[in-house]
């Protein structure tokens, strides 16, 4: 007589089934943990890009029209009519055919409603501004300068600003990120992953040579926070020097839409280090918690956070 073994099939008992369900949930919380540091190195690393992008095309603006633009920036040029007058005079030197007072929307209202027309036909400018005398030059800030020059110019030489024609833009924008939160009628541009607008500060304005005081921006819309300068740094001979001294810093608030914060007028901070150095730089003070995840154009890695060994 042939015995056969009969195979003994056995399920997992309660206790086991408990330990395979406690792992799994403590490598899901694990990930979990995690995750969100890596979405937001993602997102960091993209905004990033885009502002190195933009900055490229700025520079490709500098080759084709000699010079960069001015920033607008209210601490070094205080006086509205000198800032008025620094667009002007870049725009005459750049076009020497302008005719300076119909292209001059200060002085022309005819000069504003064709701005107002191009807002709507070709987005250039907010077609819908709500200050009460819209597209003042001197309302043009270091969030909005660099992004109308990136618009291009009319073919129209007497009226490059204000003009009609098809302009030739250096940067394709997300016309869904362009906002007017002052209402001036020009635009800024907002980062994809944060509230923050991308700033440009020209190398010929970062501080007022007779007061000291540092260029300085703050978000119209109280959304982000602290002020938006330009960084320093200490060379290798150990001398201050700006950062980019003969170009322009694009700097964005990260994804906590917080630029930091400074005590006084004419302070800055270090780039790469965020430590004060008081024997090159006696004004510099020390990265606060917010810079860590600010993007600039010249950083090498995503943020000042990843450049620096705080």
């Known amino acids: 007589m042939t015995s056969r073994h009969r195979a003994c099939h056995r399920g997992f008992t309660l206790v086991e089934l408990l330990v395979v369900i406690t792992i799994i949930g403590i490598l899901a919380g694990l990930a979990l943990v995690g995750l969100p540091g890596v979405i937001r190195g993602v997102q960091s690393a993209a905004m990033h ?17 000699g010079s960069y633009p001015p920033d607008g920036n209210t601490v070094v040029t205080a006086g509205a009519g000198a800032r008025a007058a620094a667009f002007n005079s870049f725009l005459n030197k750049r076009f020497p055919q302008r005719n300076g007072g119909a292209d001059n929307p200060n002085s022309a209202a005819q000069a504003r409603t064709r701005l107002m027309a191009l807002g709507t036909s070709q987005g250039i400018v907010n ?48 016309t869904t990120r362009l906002v007017d939160d002052d209402g001036d009628g020009w ?73 930091g914060s400074y005590g006084g007028v004419t302070e800055m901070k270090i780039y790469s280090s965020g430590i004060a150095d008081s024997t090159a730089a006696p004004t510099s003070v020390d990265y606060t918690p917010a810079d860590f995840d600010n993007i600039t154009d010249f950083s090498q890695g995503a943020t000042l956070d990843a450049d620096t060994e705080l």
Not at 198 to 225: E, H, I, K, L, R
């Open 49 to 65: 890009a885009e502002l190195v992008h933009i900055g490229t095309a700025i520079d490709e603006f500098q080759k084709e029209r």
């Open 127 to 174: 077609p819908s501004p709500t200050a009460g005398t819209p597209y003042q030059l001197e309302d043009i800030d270091p969030s909005e300068a660099w992004v109308l020059m990136m618009m291009g110019f009319s073919p129209d030489v007497e009226l490059p600003l204000t003009g009609d024609g098809d302009r030739q833009r250096r940067f394709e924008f997300d």
């Open 187 to 259: 635009w800024s541009y907002k980062a994809k992953y944060s509230n923050s607008p991308v700033v440009y500060f020209n190398a010929n304005s970062y501080v007022d040579g007779g007061t000291g005081n540092v260029a300085s921006y703050m978000d119209p819309s109280g959304v982000v926070q602290g002020q938006a300068r330009p960084y320093g740094r200490v060379n290798s001979a150990g001398a201050f020097e700006w950062v980019a001294p003969n170009k322009f810093q694009l700097i964005m608030a990260g994804i906590d839409d917080d630029f």
